[in-house]
C-alpha cells in the first residue's frame, strides 16, 4: 500500500472531501484522504445543513456566499447532489439586538448578499404562522435555504476520487509525524506512518487531541448542540415556508419530513471530551424546546416533539472559523472552530486551504484573518451576537 503523498487530508466530513476534492481541482493530483470510520460519519451527518449568509463581518458573510452559490449550483460545480432547496432565509430580531441586526444586513449588502430588510407585514406574507409582536426588524434572503449534508459530503467525496484523489475509511490517525527542524512530515495510523508534504486536519472538536502532542493548541471549545423534530396533527407546507432564525428565542427552525426541525444557536455547555455525545433529551430541555417553539408559532397547535438528535460543535472564541497553522511548525495546518457554521463555509474553506497549499496564498478570500493566532494578537472579529454560534 502506497505511504507517500503530497498532501494527506485527515476528516472526511463535509469539510475534509471539499478541501480534498479542491486540493486536486487545484492540480495536486497526490492526495489522500483519511476517515477513521466512513465518510459523513461524524459531526456532519448531524448538520442541519441551513446555508444563509447573515454574518457580522463581510469576509464571513463573503465566505458564505460563495458557498451558498456552489450548493446552489452543485450539479454543474462539483457533480452530484447537494439536495438544496431554495426556500429563503427569515430572520427577525426584537427590540434588544435591534441596532446590531440591522447593521448586519447592511453589512451584508456591501458585501454582495441578496438580502432585504422587510417589514413585519411582508414577514407574515412569507411565514403566517409567526407572532408579529416579536418582530421589532426583518430581513429575508431569498436566495438562501437549506441542503443534505449526507448527499453534500457523499458528492464532494465521489468527485474527488474522479479527480485522483484516495480515500481511506476505517483508517484511524493517531497523531503526527515530526521530522527534521519542527516539520510535520506525515501521520501515524493504526495500520502505520504515511509521510506527505502537507497535513491538512478538518477533524473538528478531535482537532486537539492530534495537535497538542506536538505543542499546538487550537482555540475552540466543545460543545453538545441539539436538535429536536416537531410534527403536528396536519403535515406542515413545508414547500411555502422559509427557513426561520429567531433572534430574541436564540434559536432556528426549517422544514424538515412534514414537520419542523428546531435548534438552539446559543454557544452551549462545553463537554468533558471530543468522544462526549449527549443524545438524551431531558424533560427541561424538551419544554425549553417546546417554549421556543410555540413562542414563535403560537397559532400552530398539536405541536409534539417526534425525534431528536445531537451532535457537536467546535466553537471558537469569536465564533468564526480558525483555518491555518502556526510559525515554527510547518507542514501542517487545521481548519476547526467553525462553531456550527461549517456546512455552508465548507465550499469556500476548501477552495482557500487548496490554493494556500497550491499558490501560497488563499486567492478567493483572504486567509490570514481566520488564522489560529489571531485571538492572541487582538485580531478576533468582533459579534453582534455574542451569546450565539454561527451568527457570529
Known amino acids: 500500500m502506497k505511504n507517500s503523498y503530497d498532501v494527506i487530508v485527515v ?58 452559490d456552489v450548493l446552489a449550483d452543485f450539479p454543474h460545480r462539483v457533480g452530484g447532489e447537494s439536495g438544496f432547496r431554495r426556500c429563503g432565509y427569515l430572520i427577525f430580531s426584537g427590540p434588544d439586538t435591534l441596532v446590531e441586526f440591522e447593521r448586519n444586513v447592511s453589512l451584508q449588502r456591501d458585501a454582495g448578499a441578496d438580502v432585504d430588510l422587510i417589514d413585519t407585514r411582508q414577514a407574515l406574507e412569507l411565514h403566517p404562522l409567526l407572532d408579529p409582536a416579536r418582530i421589532a426588524s426583518a430581513a429575508f434572503e431569498p436566495l438562501s435555504g437549506f441542503a443534505d449534508p449526507h448527499l453534500t459530503t457523499m ?54 487531541t492530534l495537535t497538542e502532542a506536538i505543542g499546538l493548541h487550537y482555540a475552540y471549545q466543545t460543545v453538545n448542540h441539539k436538535v429536536v423534530h416537531f410534527s403536528f396533527d396536519h403535515p406542515y407546507p413545508h414547500e411555502r415556508y422559509p427557513v426561520v432564525r429567531d433572534l430574541p428565542g436564540v434559536c432556528y427552525n426549517r422544514p424538515h419530513d412534514g414537520g419542523v426541525l428546531l435548534g438552539d444557536s446559543g454557544r452551549g455547555e462545553p463537554v468533558p471530551s471530543a468522544d462526549y ?74 477552495q482557500m486551504v487548496a490554493e494556500q497549499i497550491a499558490h501560497g496564498e488563499s486567492r478567493i478570500l483572504p486567509g490570514e484573518p481566520y488564522l489560529p493566532t489571531r485571538f492572541e494578537q487582538g485580531r478576533e472579529f468582533q459579534t453582534a451576537y455574542p451569546g450565539t454560534s454561527a451568527m457570529a
Open 11 to 68: 476528516g472526511a466530513g463535509i469539510v475534509g472531501t471539499a478541501i480534498a476534492y479542491n486540493l486536486a481541482r487545484a492540480g495536486i493530483k497526490d492526495v489522500l484522504l483519511l476517515e477513521r470510520n466512513t465518510v459523513c460519519s461524524g459531526d456532519t451527518a448531524y448538520s442541519c445543513a441551513i446555508v444563509r449568509t447573515h454574518y457580522s463581518n463581510p469576509l464571513t458573510c463573503k465566505m458564505a456566499t460563495i458557498g451558498r
Open 155 to 208: 458528492a464532494y467525496a465521489d468527485a474527488a476520487r474522479r479527480c485522483g484523489v484516495e480515500i481511506r475509511q476505517g483508517t484511524l490517525v493517531r497523531g503526527l509525524v515530526e521530522g527534521a527542524e519542527d516539520r510535520v512530515n506525515g501521520v501515524r495510523t493504526d495500520r502505520g506512518d504515511i509521510s506527505a508534504g502537507h497535513v491538512v486536519l478538518a477533524t473538528g472538536v478531535w482537532t486537539n
Open 277 to 350: 455525545m449527549d443524545q438524551t433529551l431531558a424533560r427541561d430541555e424538551a419544554g425549553t424546546f417546546l417554549e421556543n417553539f410555540t413562542n414563535c408559532f403560537p397559532s400552530l397547535n398539536g405541536a409534539r416533539i417526534t425525534s431528536h438528535w445531537a451532535g457537536r460543535y467546535d466553537v471558537s472564541p469569536d465564533s468564526n472559523p480558525i483555518i491555518g497553522g502556526f510559525s515554527g511548525k510547518d507542514g501542517v495546518m487545521a481548519v476547526c472552530g467553525l462553531s456550527g457554521g461549517g456546512f455552508k463555509l465548507a465550499p469556500c474553506i476548501g
